[in-house]
């Protein structure tokens, strides 16, 4: 797999190639050059927080979440926006498509915290470099954390390979405690199937490290993650991450941040 080593080295790949994984040192430079990580401590705790998925299975609720809707225009800034449904088409997702479903929002001091914000403009900054012609950005951001126990392994995906119905989504690594597996798997969508069914396998890659991250063309590409299991099975595991999405917004205006 071809290492990103800086902001344009990324932008090169995901231009090439639809995905690219990145480490924790990158990420880490690349998000300073946006803003100030420096509450991250208190950024990454709020995982402890989240609610349980209540749209899943009663037997498979290891997902907990929290989720916020921002806007973001042509100068940058950033406004969140009332609390929302999180919505996909059914083509998009085979088992919640076409159902609004609600979620704890996240809380307001961790939405517009420095590390979200930061986040946020360098997800922007790098959104407006692929495709500059766009003036204002539908974002989506989601808190998830996905549990395992011996009993019953976390399933990062439960709607399998799929893509998220939007133009570019991130996905960075809070925490992984006690847990193996995980591996994301990114496919692309040539050939004669349509809708969830997805081409051969472009490459695979497992988030080990905080800030360790991939991001997606989701025109491109669809992705998918292994089931993660506790390493120790006397006590359980999480996989912690933030999951943002941007899709092209037709009008409207923004302010903040």
């Not at 976390?154 to 989504?169: L, M, Q, S």
């Not at 960075?172 to 997805?198: E, F, H, K, M, Q």
């Not at 997606?216 to 006397?234: K, M, Q, S």
């Amino acid at each position: 797999m071809k290492s990103v080593t800086t902001a344009e080295s990324l932008e090169r790949l995901l231009a090439d190639s639809g995905y690219a994984f990145v480490r924790a040192s990158t990420m880490r430079e690349v998000l300073e050059a946006s803003g100030p990580l420096s509450d991250w401590p208190t950024f990454a705790a709020s995982w402890d927080d989240l609610e349980i998925d209540q749209y899943l299975a009663e037997g498979e609720r290891c997902r907990r979440r929290r989720f916020a809707v921002y806007a973001i225009g042509a100068n940058g800034a950033i406004e969140r926006q009332a609390h929302a449904p999180h919505y996909q088409p059914p083509a998009y997702n085979a088992l919640f498509g076409g159902l609004e479903r609600w979620f704890a929002p996240i809380v307001p001091e961790i939405g517009t915290s420095p590390a979200m914000l930061t986040i946020l403009r360098f997800c922007h900054r790098l959104c407006r470099r692929l495709l500059p012609a766009v003036e204002a950005w539908h974002v989506e951001a989601h808190q998830f954390r996905i549990e395992a126990r011996a009993e019953a392994p976390g399933r990062p995906t439960p709607e399998g390979v799929h893509r998220d119905g939007v133009d570019f989504a991130l996905v960075l690594l809070i925490d992984r405690d006690n847990i193996v597996s995980g591996t994301t798997t990114v496919y692309d969508l040539a050939g004669p199937s349509t809708g969830l069914r997805t081409g051969r396998p472009l490459g695979s890659f497992t988030l080990t490290d905080p800030l360790d991250a991939a991001l997606v063309d989701d025109n491109r590409v669809a992705h998918g993650v292994t089931p993660v299991a506790p390493l120790d099975p006397a006590r359980p595991g999480h996989r912690d991450v933030l999951v943002v999405t941007f899709r092209q917004k037709k009008s409207g205006t923004v302010s903040l941040g």
